[in-house]
């Protein structure tokens, strides 16, 4: 089975992981620098593409697929983003840009929507209350953002803000 690859893309930072599996959440190797967002949209851009450089360089590893928590969403029908708190990224096509610097397929999320699902299934809510059937988690950052979790599903919002990934 191959290895997960996953990014935390924030307004501070980037922070990025690899996983053995879904099923073996074991963490290979992590990550983190600055995201320096003030300096602008082609700026996270690089430093995206410089944290993949890194984490490849250090393991040897090369991802086929990265998944990327966002603050924000995806418009469906214009695909860019939107509802951002790193503004430069609204009105912007993130997920294109990132799989033309990357050269690998790049799926998007929310952030909030990605901590919810992964406590639901590996993390404190899965140890603590397993089974449960309705997690919520909440990030508080340099933004603020919640996703909840109904039967093992993410909840999609009126706005896209909460989306079902899995």
Not at 4 to 13: A, E, N, R
Not at 94 to 99: A, I
Not at 118 to 127: H, K, L, T
Not at 136 to 152: L, R
């Amino acid at each position: 089975m191959k290895n997960l690859w996953g990014i935390d893309l924030g307004g501070t930072k980037t922070e990025g992981v690899i996983i053995e599996s879904v099923e073996n959440p074991k963490i290979i190797h992590r990550l983190r620098i600055p995201t320096e967002s003030y300096k602008g949209y082609d700026h996270i851009i690089r430093m995206v593409s410089t944290l993949v450089e890194m984490i490849s360089s250090e393991t040897g590893l090369k991802p086929d697929k990265i998944g990327i928590g966002t603050p924000g969403t995806v418009d469906s029908q214009l695909k860019s983003m939107k509802n951002c708190n790193t503004t430069c990224l609204n009105g912007m096509p993130l997920n294109q840009d990132l799989e033309k610097a990357l050269s690998v397929s790049v799926v998007i999320a929310n952030d909030a929507n990605c901590l919810a699902l992964s406590e639901s299934r590996i993390g404190a809510a899965a140890d603590i209350l397993p089974g449960a059937e309705i997690v919520f988690g909440v990030i508080s950052g340099t933004g603020v953002g919640g996703g909840i979790v109904v039967n093992g599903k993410v909840l999609n919002g009126l706005q896209g803000i909460i989306k079902n990934i899995i």
